[in-house]
Structure formats: C-alpha cells, structure tokens
Nanobody, 127 residues
Framework: VQLQASGGGLVQAGGSLRLSCVAS????????MGWFRQAPGKEREFVAA????????YYADSVKGRFTISRANAKNKVYLQMNSLKPEDTAVYYC?????????????????????WGQGTLVTVSS
C-alpha cells in the first residue's frame, strides 16, 4: 500500500489543523493506521493510532485530549485532527500502516510494527 499525507502548514499556537492520509489499494480497511512525528534533531515518535475497524484509538500522553484520529475506510483515508496546537507540536508528521494481525504489548506505538510509511507533511506551530 502507498500512503500520502497532506494538510500540514504554519499555524499559530492555539490553532488547529487537520492532517489527511490517503492510501492506495483495495485493502485499506484491513490495516491498522498510525500517525508519528519527527521534530528536528529528535527521534520519530508515536502520536496516535487507530485499529483497522476504527473501534480502538490510542494516543501519546502529550497529545491526549487535543488530537483526534479517525478513519474513513470507504475513502481509504485516515485523519488527524489537531487542536490547541503548541510550538512543541512542530514536526514532520508521518502516517503509517500496519498489516500484520499480530499484536504485542503497546504495538500501536512501536515504529517497527508498521510496514508502510507515507512521505510526511510538515506542521509548524508558531508561538
């Protein structure tokens, strides 16, 4: 599956953005999906994930209550609604897909669990 993220941009602190990730292929609904981010000079980190059915969602503590992940399987899309943005949210955001139906502890936050990655979209939050 190929993934393409979009929706990044420049926003002031306290503002909102919605990221989208569109997937190619007819099996999108079978993939668990995740959003990760990487700030300059830092490692890539988990942001949010959603199960293949949309029935389960997971969030990093740093974004809980501010970000919402959702998906539209009929459109082959996953979204990340980001509210109350902070300068520390500045990063390149990546969407990722996990195809293997084997789940270890905290699988959703493990980069190695995801088979496919999009190219990333830059989010810059100014203070």
């Amino acid at each position: 599956v190929q993934l393409q993220a979009s929706g990044g941009g420049l926003v002031q602190a306290g503002g909102s953005l919605r990221l989208s990730c569109v997937a190619s292929g007819r099996t999108f609904s079978s993939y668990d999906m995740g959003w990760f981010r990487q700030a300059p000079g830092k490692e890539r980190e988990f942001v949010a994930a959603i199960s293949w059915s949309g029935g389960s969602t997971y969030y990093a503590d740093s974004v809980k209550g501010r970000f919402t992940i959702s998906r539209a399987n009929a459109k082959n899309k996953v979204y990340l609604q980001m509210n109350s943005l902070k300068p520390e949210d500045t990063a390149v955001y990546y969407c990722a897909a996990k195809g293997l139906k084997v789940y270890g502890s905290s699988w959703y936050s493990n980069l190695n669990e995801y088979n496919y990655w999009g190219q990333g979209t830059l989010v810059t939050v100014s203070s």
